[in-house]
């Protein structure tokens, strides 16, 4: 009689683990979203007139140049949006210019803060760097906002939507970081089209880009979300 009911045990502690296995197999594996995937969507800046201004610089003859120039190149992403940025009017010399001081202005920029993912060139940066975009948004004539002194060759990039930029540390007191003006940032994630093929970056530029950089833009695309809306 015991070996009998010995031998029920073991079966029903067989059948027990056969079916924790069974349960764990079949359950399905959930993939989590990657907490860099934030909520992208259509921005106020994005509405907004452009005064362009006209300016002179830097060009590069293929990618390669514009890596060698610059300090460093990461992949990162804007935490606030253009007009939640701080404007700042800066002098001749890199001070900062005063609203009413009389002096004279020749950079008009945005501070805005860029969570840093991957440094590709470089010493480490930090998880979050000040970054100057170009232009400031400000009350037109008719009370609207407008976007001015945007050079005409850039452009401003969006909220937590992922590029590559090239980037150079200022030589102000506040310790900015500024990206270069030739096609110096570059969307990899897909869902900003002005930083891809198109009007401010050229199918070559991009093409180079991607060749050296193309594992982070298979690993940060985004673009099947374009589609699915």
């Given at each position: 009689?015991?070996?009998?009911?010995?031998?029920?045990?073991?079966?029903?502690?067989?059948?027990?683990?056969?079916?924790?296995?069974?349960?764990?197999?079949?359950?399905?594996q959930?993939?989590?979203?990657?907490?860099?995937?934030?909520?992208?969507?259509?921005?106020?800046?994005?509405?907004?007139?452009?005064?362009?201004?006209?300016?002179?610089?830097?060009?590069?003859?293929?990618?390669?140049?514009?890596?060698?120039?610059?300090?460093?190149?990461?992949?990162?992403?804007?935490?606030?949006?253009?007009?939640?940025?701080?404007?700042?009017?800066?002098?001749?010399?890199?001070?900062?210019?005063?609203?009413?001081?009389?002096?004279?202005?020749?950079?008009?920029?945005?501070?805005?803060?860029?969570?840093?993912?991957?440094?590709?060139?470089?010493?480490?940066?930090?998880?979050?760097?000040?970054?100057?975009?170009?232009?400031?948004?400000?009350?037109?004539?008719?009370?609207?906002?407008?976007?001015?002194?945007?050079?005409?060759n850039?452009?401003?990039?969006?909220?937590?939507?992922?590029?590559?930029?090239?980037?150079?540390?200022?030589?102000?007191?506040?310790?900015?970081?500024?990206?270069?003006?030739?096609?110096?940032?570059?969307?990899?994630?897909?869902?900003?089209?002005?930083?891809?093929?198109g009007?401010?970056v050229?199918?070559?530029?991009?093409?180079?880009?991607?060749?050296?950089f193309?594992?982070?833009?298979?690993?940060?695309?985004r673009?099947?979300?374009?589609?699915?809306?």
């Amino acid at each position: 009689m015991k070996k009998y009911i010995s031998l029920i045990l073991i079966c029903v502690i067989l059948f027990s683990l056969g079916s924790c296995n069974k349960d764990n197999t079949d359950t399905p594996q959930v993939s989590e979203v990657p907490d860099y995937n934030l909520e992208v969507g259509h921005e106020k800046f994005e509405d907004m007139p452009v005064v362009n201004s006209s300016s002179s610089y830097l060009g590069f003859e293929s990618e390669s140049e514009l890596y060698d120039d610059c300090d460093y190149v990461v992949v990162g992403m804007l935490t606030d949006t253009f007009t939640d940025g701080v404007p700042k009017k800066y002098g001749l010399y890199g001070q900062e210019v005063q609203d009413g001081s009389g002096e004279m202005v020749s950079c008009f920029s945005t501070l805005r803060q860029l969570t840093v993912l991957d440094v590709l060139k470089g010493e480490d940066v930090g998880e979050t760097i000040t970054y100057a975009n170009m232009g400031i948004s400000m009350s037109g004539d008719d009370g609207n906002e407008v976007i001015m002194w945007l050079p005409e060759n850039e452009f401003i990039q969006k909220q937590n939507v992922k590029y590559i930029f090239y980037l150079s540390e200022s030589t102000r007191e506040d310790g900015t970081y500024y990206a270069a003006s030739d096609q110096g940032v570059i969307n990899i994630d897909g869902l900003d089209e002005n930083g891809s093929r198109g009007k401010y970056v050229t199918e070559e530029r991009y093409d180079q880009v991607k060749a050296r950089f193309g594992e982070y833009f298979e690993k940060y695309d985004r673009s099947s979300e374009l589609t699915d809306q």
